[in-house]
Every structure is written in C-alpha cells, then in structure tokens.
T-cell receptor, first 112, second 112 residues
Framework: KAGVTQTPRYLIKTRGQQVTLSCSPI?????VSWYQQTPGQGLQFLFE???????NKGNFPGRFSGRQFSNSRSEMNVSTLELGDSALYLC???????????FGPGTRLTVL | SQQGEEDPQALSIQEGENATMNCSYK?????LQWYRQNSGRGLVHLIL?????REKHSGRLRVTLDTSKKSSSLLITASRAADTASYFC????????????FGAGTRLFVKA
C-alpha cells in the first residue's frame, strides 16, 4: 500500500505570494491533518479534514486554509506569505478511530 | 501552548545503552502516542497507549502511562546508532477543538 505523498517536496517563495501544498493520503484513509513544524514552535496542528469537511482547526490565522476533495486528497493554501511561514509542512492521514496517523515526508517551504 | 512536553530536550548515549524519554501533558486524554522523526523528515508512528493502559511493549520499545501524574515515558532498550532521531509524544486532546497535539521532542543521539 502506498504511503502518504506530499507535493512539492521543496518550495521557495517570496513574501506576499501565495502557495498551495498537496497531500495524498493512504488509500482508504478519510482523515487528513496538516501540521507546521519550525525549530522555534515545534510541531503545531493546523487543521484536520474528514470527508471533505474541516473537523478541527488549530490556532493559525485565516491566511492558512485547506480543503479536501472527494478522493480524500487535500490541499493547503497559505496566502500573503510571511518570512515566519518558512517551515516544514507535514500532512498525516488516518483511517479513523484510534488516531494512529501516518505522515508524509513533508514540504519544506522557504519564504524569502 | 503545547499539550505535551518532552524531557530531556536532548540525550546522548552509547550504543547498547538504554534511553529513557519522558513526556508530560496538561489535560485529560484518550490516548498518547510516540513518534520518531529522522532529520527533518516525516514522522513515524512508534506506539499508541490508551488512557486505560499502564504499559505497552513493542520490540525494544516500552511505554508507560501514568494518567494521575499526566506523564508517560518511552524506554528504548539496547539502543543502536539507527535510533538517532527526534522523539515526540502526542496526545489526543479533545478540548478547544484541537486534535493531536505534539510536544517539542527529545533529540536522541546514539554514538556507535
């Protein structure tokens, strides 16, 4: 069974631009969660989608948004990028129930 | 703020020794999980322990959970150089609409 995939793996943007990251969960998994990882703040929960609906949300500004498609693939969008948005963005998929999450390799975003 | 806090922040041991990492959390939980992350890559799920369990084993891993003290420990026995990684505890917190909350992690370095 293929694991969680994320594209692109690396991305360089400039301040003010917007970016879209993609995550394909493990086949059959309906929940996708997104996390931001930075050296200073550690791993922080962004949001979770389940069956195309946002089920949980972390404490991030409205510039961070996401969506999930009917095939469970998810995208995350960050508008008006700031230098502090430079981070490793991880997505994780979960079949449901016991919260065992399977992580993708991440997208490393650098904002210049 | 982080739900889980790992201790120590960093640990350096010789191959063959045991490594113990601790995690404390703040609110009631349904379960607690430990993950490993190698050098800025995605996280790998190690073990999940439910709130009604006190101890769990998986290979060289032993996890304990003390819900009265809101703490957990991860023991890696007979460590290997390949165990060098960051280790995170994560709790399933249902308060505030959040999902899985990660601690800051313990960086383990196993010297060959």
């Amino acid at each position: 069974k293929a694991g969680v995939t994320q594209t692109p793996r690396y991305l360089i943007k400039t301040r003010g631009q917007q970016v879209t990251l993609s995550c394909s969960p493990i086949s059959g998994h309906r929940s996708v969660s997104w996390y931001q990882q930075t050296p200073g703040q550690g791993l922080q929960f962004l949001f979770e989608y389940f069956s195309e609906t946002q089920r949980n949300k972390g404490n991030f500004p409205g510039r961070f948004s996401g969506r999930q498609f009917s095939n469970s693939r998810s995208e995350m969008n960050v508008s008006t990028l700031e230098l502090g948005d430079s981070a490793l963005y991880l997505c994780a998929s979960e079949q449901g129930g016991d919260n065992e999450q399977f992580f993708g390799p991440g997208t490393r975003l650098t904002v210049l | 703020s982080q739900q889980g806090e790992e201790d120590p922040q960093a640990l350096s041991i010789q191959e063959g020794e045991n490594a113990t990492m601790n995690c404390s959390y703040k609110t009631s939980i349904n379960n607690l999980q430990w993950y490993r992350q190698n050098s800025g890559r995605g996280l790998v799920h190690l073990i999940l322990i439910r709130s009604n369990e006190r101890e769990k084993h998986s290979g060289r891993l032993r996890v304990t959970l003390d819900t009265s003290k809101k703490s957990s420990s991860l023991l890696i026995t007979a460590s290997r150089a390949a165990d060098t990684a960051s280790y995170f505890c994560a709790t399933d917190s249902r308060t505030g609409g959040f999902k899985t909350i990660f601690g800051a992690g313990t960086r383990l370095f196993v010297k060959a």
